[in-house]
């Protein structure tokens, strides 16, 4: 029988490996609610700061302000509270990623709740986090478990968090512990998040708690003490588990000279510091390079900025080919099979995100074929949630939350992604 093209049997054009994962990611401070860390003491302290000055930072032609300013100038806005009661309703939001065909989804675990006090760990927390892996695999999804995603236990920052070598330790006692305790279940775990964008807005430009301005301290946590870290957690988990697969989650961006005066040294540079420095240093104990993508970014002069053409909704400019550079820079510099642990964009009105989904993975299936072993592709994020000091106007959901109700929402992007996933490609 001869076959017409409009059976659904049809290969894609961009046709993905059959072992491909598909899926998406949250995070626990984001998502869970009812937490008590670093995080929480600060958005209580400055969530009227935040509010009054959201219409100076967010009222820019690239940010879709008349449609955010009512959320933005609200302070509850930048209170996690509640956040979206993932914490109780997983079991409810892993129905719908099963439903959505997802095959791996990455969670973070809470340092907060597992060890309250140094030393005092909480079987009921991990008991929980427990039955998370367990909802994952009964679904046939696979967990990605994130063991540091920017949240900290209020007893480490005040020992000075990730500037301090004290917290080498306490981190080696939490991991253990959690590792014992998950272990098992557990085949791939992403030790830290965004190393560099932690460091940067955490210490260097004084944005996030601590708010401790100090280039030294910045350097000192992302060029030594995080890579020390993830090093360390790398060998727990391969002493528990010598098969499991462990990475990091690495912020990249796509660095392009504009300006006139930008030598190829600065632009190297540019991009040695901002995507390699971390990935240099963990370069020997990583089975697979974790990978985040939002910006480009454009250089000039000594200096530069995020570009804002064809914004998001939060002002970030769309530039999906970019991440087919990144992807094929990682293979020639590291030769490790990558997996996209982030990758998202804020969009209330879900106008740009089917368009962006294809876009982007269509800049995956090109570094494929250019011989990048790419694993899968995580979306950022499973559901609307708390984007850190922006608080909960972005909203980057395959799902949407209404926060009174906590009604969840599937948007139709999200059914086009399981489209996607469903034919393992697309045209």
Known sequence: MVKTSSQPDKKPHFAFPKSFFWGSATSSHQVEGGQDNNWTTWEKEHAGELSRGSQKAFDTPSVHWYRMKDQALDPANYISGQ?????N???????IAQDLKHTMHRFSLEWS????????????????????????????IEPMVTLFHFSLPKWVEARGGWTSA??????????????DALGDDVTYW??????????????ALGFWPPQQR???????????????????????????????????????MWYQATGRFVSPILERLAVWWGNHVFLDKIRKYQDFVGINYYFKYNLKGFGGEIDQQNPSEIGWGLHPEGLAVILQDLHKRYAKPVIVTECGLADSTDELRTWYLKEILRAVHRAMEAGVQVQGFLYWSLLDNFEWDKGFWPQFGLVSVDRKTQKRTIRPSAREYTKIIAANGLD
């Open 83 to 87: 956040a979206v009661d993932h914490y």
């Open 89 to 95: 309703r997983f079991r409810e939001d892993f129905d």
């Open 113 to 140: 709740r597992i060890e309250p006090q140094p030393g005092q760990y909480d079987e009921a927390a991990l008991t929980h986090y427990r039955e998370v892996i367990r909802a994952l695999h009964s679904r046939n």
């Open 166 to 179: 004290e917290t080498l330790k306490s981190w080696r006692n939490y991991v253990s512990k959690v590792v």
């Open 190 to 203: 992403c030790t830290v998040n965004e190393p560099e964008v932690f460091s940067t807005f955490s210490y």
């Open 214 to 252: 100090s280039f030294l301290k910045a350097a000192r946590s992302y060029a030594s003490l995080l890579p020390r870290a993830h090093i360390d957690a790398y060998r727990i988990i391969k002493r528990h588990n010598p098969k499991a697969q462990v990475g990091a989650a690495k912020n990249n």
